[in-house]
């Protein structure tokens, strides 16, 4: 879901053109670099029986307790550099969590040790046609205000291309 978060935070650089883009893109794959930095410390990894369920054990990095309280502490780190812009870190760390809601199979959480839950366990494949509308909405919004504005340096063509890139990978994987 790489591409879903990216382009998500695109969307929410097109709302605030003044925020930076580089602590949104952050702040939206902020979850699964604490994901990563917990597996190193070895609190998180992939769940026991991973090669048949594709469940991960990310109880505190993705539950909903622990992206609000990296989405605080991001959005205050950050504050000097977005000036303005901390409700839209938030709202970029905590996409993530609701987006890996959507395309995760149960193994999100509300808060560690809460009952794990994902719609791609319930729902399959109706998950990666989300990913595609949202990838694809997210990235005409993005482009449809970047190009109205005239205010993105005309970097949104490849901002645009770089996500469509990633969501073909993901396709392919």
């Known amino acids: ?12 650089k ?3 053109p003044r925020v930076p883009t580089w602590p949104l893109l952050l702040g939206a ?12 410390a070895g609190v998180e990894g992939a769940a026991p029986d991973y090669a048949r369920s594709h469940r991960l054990d990310i109880a505190w990095s993705h ?5 609000a309280v990296l989405a605080l502490c991001f959005a205050l780190a950050l504050r000097r550099w977005a000036p303005g812009g901390a409700a839209l870190l938030v709202a970029a760390v ?4 609701l987006l890996d809601v959507a395309v995760h199979p149960a193994d999100i959480r509300l808060w560690p ?3 794990a839950f994902g719609f791609r366990g319930t729902f399959g494949p109706v998950s990666g046609w989300f ?6 909405a997210t990235l005409a919004f993005y482009a449809a205000v970047a190009r109205r504005r005239g205010d993105f340096g ?3 063509a490849w901002a645009c291309a770089v996500i469509a890139g990633l969501w073909a990978l993901g396709l392919a994987a």
């Open 154 to 156: 005309g970097r949104w």
């Open 1 to 12: 879901m790489y591409a879903g978060h990216f382009a998500t935070a695109l969307a929410l």
């Open 131 to 136: 990913e595609t509308v949202l990838v694809l």
């Open 14 to 16: 097109a709302a605030r």
């Open 94 to 97: 905590l996409s993530h969590w």
């Open 29 to 40: 794959g902020l979850l699964d670099v604490a994901f990563g930095a917990l597996v190193i």
């Open 113 to 115: 040790g809460s009952a």
């Open 63 to 67: 539950s909903l307790l622990g992206a």
